[in-house]
């Protein structure tokens, strides 16, 4: 009896692991415990736990929020074992909350929350800096067993030893595709605002990838920001409302589930719910510190409800500390995006994310120069160093991402691999290399029009296997119907990085529409495309010298500098009077020539840039974009046949607005004192197509204005679900309201006007044009988007010049779309 009071008394532990069976990543905050008691523990931020206790049952169970819950068969004579879970997730729901007297409990410690956001968000520190170490892993998941009896994916499973062990015991194989490390350090500064990363080292190894210079600065912390005392939280290029956000009440149900020990700190748990499932907002739990009433920790999903396109879920999970300066930083986030299968047979794709945060200092403002590169990449990042990683790694790797680096490194190398990603880079780029050469663009390959008949192009750009310093790119088209051999031919040089600086030459002898200037749409990459096909309206060939210069004078002011000889030979009916004074007696001229020398300055804030080999990425800003365009024309130099000044003001910005979504504006005013041809003139592009195109007016026709000096505003707006997630049978479609307006203001002077007879030789009648009068112009609209997930109407209404001959009082247009 002794002996046996004896071993039942003795304690035993368990110890293991519970991971996410979908994609095989440790879970935090999962409640381990054995069944009937009270006795467990919660996992850490990697999914692990461990339970020493004297009085065991025989069933240990996890359970968390949004998954189901998972028993497991404890043996109670063993001292001690290891027990894995792997959960599987399920729709979350909270519990029916009575409240039979008094207010929600949770509502208070929320009030505490919010009226202390200002104190213990990270941004309440003058400065903070800190070492961030950061993971990411791409998977390919939903492999069903018809596509791995694919001919082609079978070459890829044999090489696939260890997939089931990447998935594990319950879960899904996975094919990993990508994964990357990187080091770096972070600084913030509050007044004025600024952040600057400089990434020490990567180590990224994907298939598919030739040169990880790009990826090497998108692998950093600067993208994995998720602060939830923001009202909104920006992930994929969508607003989250955060359920620590001012109107906390407003788009969230609370529940107070619990209060317990999350290491030192005694915390408030805290699980919540959207109020409307299609709603950007995230359901979950948060742990609140009871005497601070800061997030210590927060694990947040977003659901296959929620109004997103090719999204299956969300999930962030975020642990963070105490600073001496009262707020706390993140020490650990781990993100998961399920991008969602396009139909049932079809493979969906895991973007995994891992950050973690040490060594912080807060308080030690830097000067003001030293945050001029908000990115920078260590001139070794790519280097391999033996050694480095183990002893850097803020967290030593699993045997499971292990097996993800030699995974990849087999997969990328099979022959069938190579292929597949050489078309995918194709279709991506637009470009094949070919050594030291990118042969392309291959959407500009093939035109159809009337001036032309079939066209044909071929182009090439060098890469930085031919130089790091000089860039060469040129073309060549021809047209079956005007047996023309156009061309184009481009040196640039690389001044400089750091500031950006550049210089070039370019010559270019090619087909053109007024109003439709290859300069004026080349970012433009689909309105390009289309501009080669159907019928050229008022077209002329064009033959331009440039020279050119750009650098960036200081941070967020770029210059650009550039002198353009142009030569118009028109192939439509045109002509204007040399000497419009001498009325019928003036000799009539069909060409003429420019030379002018064109200075551009643009003015922005925040605005981050990547360097792609010889190229610079713009990631875009959310703060006003400001362009101001200065260009004399100059007479008598190189051919120059006119003398005069043209000026223009240029400013937009993407507008976030949380709940009533986000708008877009851009206005333009320009201004040319002289006297000028038409086609020197601004010739306001319409649209007489039934797709809607935002750089156009839509309802008017082409050619039916023109001006020399004008105003103009361009304004769209998207509701995103704001409308149509609060109507219950629509929101299962998901789809998305939209307004747009378009106005624009005008004039064209008299001695513009006069430059043009009104017929040659008594018979045929030169095109007119017509400037705005008084009114300005005006258009409105209204549409709905994501129809099917990609199709746009937008219906338009013409509210001015309702009397012009020909025009359309009402339109309806259709677009396709790409949207999350």
């Keep these: 009896m002794v002996i046996s009071t004896f071993a039942n008394a003795q304690s035993i532990q368990i110890k293991g692991r519970v991971t996410d069976a979908e994609t095989g990543d440790g879970m935090p905050f999962v409640n381990v415990f054995f069944k009937g008691t009270s006795i467990g523990k919660t996992t850490d931020f990697d999914g692990y736990y461990s339970i020493t206790t004297s009085t065991p049952t025989d069933s240990l169970v996890a359970s968390y929020i949004g998954y189901i819950a998972k028993t497991k068969y404890v043996?109670?004579?063993?001292?001690?074992q290891v027990i894995d879970f792997q959960l599987s997730s399920n729709e979350v729901k909270l519990d029916e909350v009575v409240v039979v007297a008094g207010e929600n409990p949770a509502f208070p410690i929320m009030r505490n929350v919010i009226k202390n956001k200002d104190k213990n968000d990270k941004r309440s520190l003058s400065a903070y800096e800190y070492e961030s170490y950061n993971k990411i892993e791409?998977?390919?998941?939903?492999?069903?067993?018809?596509?791995?009896?694919n001919k082609t994916l079978q070459k890829i499973t044999q090489v696939m030893d260890s997939i089931e062990r990447i998935a594990g015991e319950d879960g899904k194989p996975i094919l990993p595709i990508f994964i990357s490390e990187s080091l770096s350090n972070v600084y913030y500064r509050k007044t004025p605002q600024k952040k600057r990363e400089f990434i020490l080292k990567t180590n990224i190894t994907g298939i598919g990838m030739q040169d990880g210079s790009l990826l090497s600065q998108l692998v950093g912390s600067s993208f994995q920001e998720y602060n939830f005392y923001n009202n909104w939280l920006n992930i994929l290029e969508k607003d989250f409302v955060s359920p620590m956000a001012d109107g906390w009440k407003a788009s969230y149900d609370f529940l107070l589930n619990d209060s317990l020990y999350v290491g030192e700190h005694w915390c408030y748990r805290i699980d919540f719910t959207p109020k409307r499932v299609q709603d950007l907002a995230f359901s979950g739990t948060m742990?609140?510190?009871?005497?601070?009433?800061?997030?210590?920790?927060?694990?947040?999903?977003?659901?296959k409800g929620a109004n997103l396109n090719f999204v299956e879920k969300i999930k962030i999970q975020q642990e963070l500390e105490p600073t001496s300066g009262n707020a706390w930083l993140p020490s650990r986030t781990r993100v998961l995006i399920d991008v969602a299968e396009i139909r049932d047979e079809s493979p969906g794709m895991l973007a995994k994310f891992y950050t973690s945060n040490k060594n912080f200092k807060i308080n030690q403002p830097k000067d003001l120069k030293f945050y001029d590169v908000p990115l920078e990449l260590a001139e070794d990042a790519q280097q391999k160093e033996a050694g480095y990683w183990d002893a850097k790694r803020h967290d030593s790797l699993t045997s499971t991402e292990k097996n993800v680096y030699v995974m990849i490194d087999s997969v990328r190398n099979l022959p069938t691999v190579k292929t597949y990603v050489e078309i995918l880079n194709i279709a991506i780029n637009g470009y094949k290399k070919v050594g030291p050469v990118d042969v392309g663009p291959y959407v500009l390959a093939y035109g159809l029009n009337t001036v032309e008949g079939h066209r044909f192009q071929l182009g090439f750009k060098t890469n930085a296997d031919f130089s790091r310093k000089w860039v060469v790119k040129a073309y060549a088209a021809y047209g079956t119907k005007d047996t023309r051999l156009k061309y184009s031919a481009e040196l640039q040089r690389i001044i400089s990085r750091k500031p950006w600086?550049?210089?070039?030459?370019?010559?270019?002898?090619?087909?053109?529409?007024?109003?439709?200037?290859?300069?004026?749409?080349?970012?433009?990459?689909?309105?390009?495309?289309?501009?080669?096909?159907?019928?050229?309206?008022?077209p002329f060939m064009s033959t331009e010298n440039t020279f050119y210069v750009q650098t960036d004078v200081r941070k967020g002011i770029t210059q650009r500098i550039k002198l353009r000889q142009m030569d118009f030979n028109p192939l439509y009916n045109f002509s204007y009077l040399k000497n419009p004074e001498d009325g019928d007696n003036s000799p009539l001229l069909t060409r003429f020539s420019t030379t002018e020398l064109v200075m551009e300055t643009r003015i922005t804030k925040d605005e981050t840039f990547l360097q792609n080999d010889n190229e610079r990425i713009s990631l875009g800003t959310n703060k006003p974009v400001i362009s101001l365009q200065y260009t004399l024309g100059l007479k008598g130099i190189l051919g120059g046949d006119f003398s005069y000044h043209k000026f223009s003001l240029t400013a937009s910005q993407d507008v976030r607005l949380g709940i009533l979504g986000r708008s877009y504006y851009a206005i333009n005013?320009?201004?040319?004192?002289?006297?000028?041809?038409?086609?020197?003139?601004?010739?306001?592009?319409?649209?007489?197509?039934?797709?809607?195109?935002?750089s156009s007016y839509n309802l008017m026709n082409y050619f039916e204005f023109s001006s020399d000096q004008y105003v103009s505003l361009n304004y769209q707006h998207n509701f995103e679900g704001l409308l149509f997630n609060r109507i219950p049978l629509m929101r299962k479609l998901k789809w998305r309201m939209l307004a747009t307006a378009n106005v624009l203001k005008g004039s064209l002077r008299e001695e513009n006007l006069h430059l043009y007879p009104q017929t040659v030789n008594q018979s045929s009648i030169l095109p007119p044009i017509q400037p705005l009068g008084s009114m300005p112009y005006v258009e409105v609209g209204y549409g709905i988007e994501n129809i099917f997930k990609f199709i746009r109407i937008d219906a338009v209404h013409r509210l001015t010049y309702l009397n012009q001959p020909g025009v359309r009082k009402f339109g309806i247009f259709v677009t396709t779309q790409f949207k999350l």
């Design 75 to 80: 043996n109670r004579s063993l001292g001690n």
């Design 138 to 149: 791409f998977d390919i998941d939903h492999l069903s067993e018809k596509l791995r009896r």
């Design 287 to 303: 742990w609140i510190e009871s005497k601070t009433y800061a997030l210590k920790q927060i694990d947040v999903t977003v659901g």
């Design 669 to 694: 005013a320009a201004y040319i004192p002289g006297k000028l041809p038409y086609p020197l003139l601004f010739n306001h592009l319409g649209n007489q197509t039934y797709f809607y195109n935002s």
């Design 501 to 538: 600086t550049i210089a070039g030459i370019k010559r270019r002898y090619d087909l053109e529409r007024i109003g439709l200037l290859t300069d004026d749409i080349y970012d433009n990459t689909l309105l390009l495309t289309a501009s080669r096909f159907g019928t050229l309206r008022r």
